[in-house]
């Protein structure tokens, strides 16, 4: 079983839609959950960190669920800039490393 | 500018030949990291460091692989008898210190994206 598992894209969806991403990670101990978004052919940039009691930036909010292992970022009035690939991202045990998801992708269309 | 660089940005190679990278992190971190991704894939982790010590290598590094960060500042990624298979985006990432806190941001360079033929 994959470290953190994301939902298959691609996601196609209108301007002004609301998309929800889903995403499950394997280890219980994990400390910390983030959001990253990567342009095509770009670096991941942050989008968000993921707190316990779930938060909110503008039109995206995200949601962690320690119990369920499951973590979700909900995506309000689609704009045609945030086509990208959204990534999941655990912090693994130690104080390093980020876990990725394969990420899903996003097509906002006019 | 005061991101994170990465030089080359792109490296193509013939198999069997050695590679270096360079990465500059952010002036003021202190934890430098490297990632793989490969096409239609998240980054995997590599291996960092915090100053000139490497604390962790993923078992994706090999022994073809090292890395190093000799003064606490840039690092190089040297690979070794490459194959195809090490064709894919290289991409580093540094952050500061702020003890306590698990959710010290990661910030990525551009990436240097290694073809071997």
């Known amino acids: 079983r994959k470290e953190v598992e994301q939902d298959p894209g691609p996601f196609n969806v209108p301007e002004g839609a609301t998309v929800a991403f889903n995403c499950t990670y394997s280890?219980?101990?994990?400390?910390?959950f983030f959001w990253y978004r990567q342009d095509c052919r770009k670096e991941p940039k942050l989008l968000m960190s993921v707190y316990s009691s779930g938060n909110e930036d503008g039109r995206f909010t995200a949601q962690l669920n320690r119990a369920s292992q499951y973590i979700s970022l909900l995506i309000r009035d689609s704009k045609l800039s945030d086509s990208a690939t959204y990534l999941c991202v655990v912090k693994g045990r130690s104080q390093g490393n980020l876990i990725f998801g394969k990420g899903t992708k996003l097509s906002v269309k006019p | 500018d005061t991101g994170v660089s990465q030089d080359p940005r792109h490296k193509i190679t013939k198999r069997g030949q050695n590679v270096t990278f360079r990465c500059d992190p952010i002036s003021e971190h202190n934890r430098l990291y490297w990632y793989r991704q490969t096409l239609g894939q998240g980054p995997e982790f590599l291996t960092y460091?915090?100053?000139?010590?490497?604390?962790?290598k993923s078992r994706l590094l090999s022994d073809r692989f090292s890395a190093e960060r000799p003064k606490g500042s840039f690092s190089t990624l040297e690979i070794q008898r490459t194959e195809q298979g090490d064709s894919a985006m290289y991409l580093c990432?540094?952050?500061?210190?702020?003890?306590?806190?698990?959710?010290?941001?990661?910030?990525f360079g551009p990436g240097t994206r290694l073809t071997v033929l």
């Open positions: 460091f915090q100053n000139e010590a490497q604390l962790e």
């Open positions: 990432a540094s952050s500061g210190t702020n003890s306590g806190s698990p959710y010290n941001e990661q910030f």
């Open positions: 280890n219980s101990a994990s400390q910390s």
